[in-house]
């Protein structure tokens, strides 16, 4: 039997129960998740990380999609969160709470308000007998570098078409966002040799030539500041690639040669660049820093890359959102998400969502009541105009 369908609140309290931090598996809020949606007319596929400990789903509602046409609506949400571990949270993070205008908890604008409006209206929709398909891809490990989006897409058959017109759901206010920029995060680990420092001389600093390889970073990012990029003029406040370290992690003790270091940096890739020339920057000038040090190695690797987002404008989903939300203007966002990968399976994908990004990732995280209703109605009106 079918199980009843929550209201959003109701269920965005259940998806919000789970501490689906990106350092645990999401095993348990995909499960709930699919036994919600067990229903006549949804169909659940599960699509487990390589290690299994975590699962991507694809949800089906309608026909399958037509590969002439590949009309219908599809709606995307990560199901992980970031830690909340902060000590101002006012109260229990995994406990959806209300405070009048607000619905506070982990995850409740980043992401699972949208989730439980997305996995409503597939519920819904499930004994409509849609013309068109509504599908819903439910990733893991966006916030840890859009992981489960980049599996999807590498493992999605490019012969099984997913419907063209696609939004992901990450807060934007009700923004329609058509661009952002994507997050290469790099790593360089440097090796020297370990020994007690009243006889330097038997050992070789790894934290010396680090911090020259840092300065190096610095000077690069000076000179990326300068560059011209496509699509500027869509980023006023950071016009430019942004490099930031953000992380360096070496030594044990005040009395040891440290050993080894790690330096841990990120480089935010505009519309329209490629990932790869900046990677080798960064490699070429970590490596000329560290060259003059005997005894040291380096290894420089790419941990993950988000590419960034573009699409046309000029598309009949971006016109209906900009119609519907007086909206005129581009928006764009400096942040990554999982479009930037599910564009790769042929997608025109929107960032569109209810929340404001400025309150994710923070303690007392929420999302306005009356924001999340409007939300609601919005994407279930969206399912009726593509797919109903």
């Known amino acids: 039997m079918a199980h009843a369908i929550l209201s959003d609140s109701e269920l965005l309290a259940r998806l919000v129960a789970f501490d689906s931090t990106s350092c645990n598996s999401n095993l348990p809020i995909a499960d709930f998740i699919c036994d919600y949606l067990d229903r006549p007319g949804v169909v659940v596929e599960r699509l487990p990380s390589p290690d299994g400990d975590k699962v991507n789903l694809a949800v089906f509602v309608g026909p399958a999609v037509d590969p002439e046409t590949v009309d219908g609506l599809l709606l995307s949400g990560h199901m992980d969160v970031v830690p909340a571990t902060e000590p101002e949270w006012q109260s229990d993070p995994f406990a959806l709470t209300d405070t009048g205008d607000r619905l506070v908890g982990r995850g409740a604008c980043d992401m699972k308000g949208f989730d439980a409006i997305a996995i409503n209206a597939a519920a819904e929709a499930a004994d409509q007998g849609l013309r068109n398909p509504l599908v819903l891809v439910l990733t893991y490990d966006e916030e840890i570098g859009t992981i489960g989006a980049h599996d999807f897409a590498q493992a999605w058959p490019r012969d099984r078409p997913l419907p063209r017109r696609a939004i992901i759901g990450e807060p934007t206010s009700l923004d329609v966002v058509r661009m952002h920029k994507g997050h290469l995060k790099m790593r360089a680990t440097l090796r020297g040799q370990e020994a007690h420092s009243g006889y330097p001389h038997l050992g070789r600093s790894a934290i ?131 479009a930037g990968w599910l564009q790769e399976c042929g997608l025109d994908c929107l960032i569109f969502g209810p929340g404001n990004i400025e309150v994710a990732h923070k303690p007392n995280e929420g999302i306005p009541k009356d924001e999340f209703r409007q939300g609601g109605e919005i994407f279930r009106s969206l399912v009726t105009r593509y797919c109903a």
């Open 208 to 338: 010396e030539p680090a911090a020259r390889a840092v300065t190096a970073l610095a000077e690069l990012r000076e000179t990326l500041l300068t560059e011209p990029c496509p699509h500027a003029e869509h980023f006023p406040a950071v016009p430019f690639v942004a490099l930031n370290v953000g992380i360096v992690r070496g030594g044990s003790a005040v009395n040891v040669v440290p050993a080894r270091c790690d330096i841990e940096l990120g480089l935010r890739i505009l519309p329209g660049m490629a990932a790869e020339p900046y990677a080798r920057r960064a490699t070429e000038a970590i490596e000329h820093a560290v060259a003059g040090s005997p005894g040291v190695s380096v290894e420089v690797e790419v941990v993950c890359s988000s590419p960034p987002l573009l699409t046309d404008e000029n598309n009949d989903l971006c016109s209906h959102l900009y119609g519907l939300r007086e909206q005129s203007a581009t928006v764009s966002a400096s942040y990554a998400t999982d």
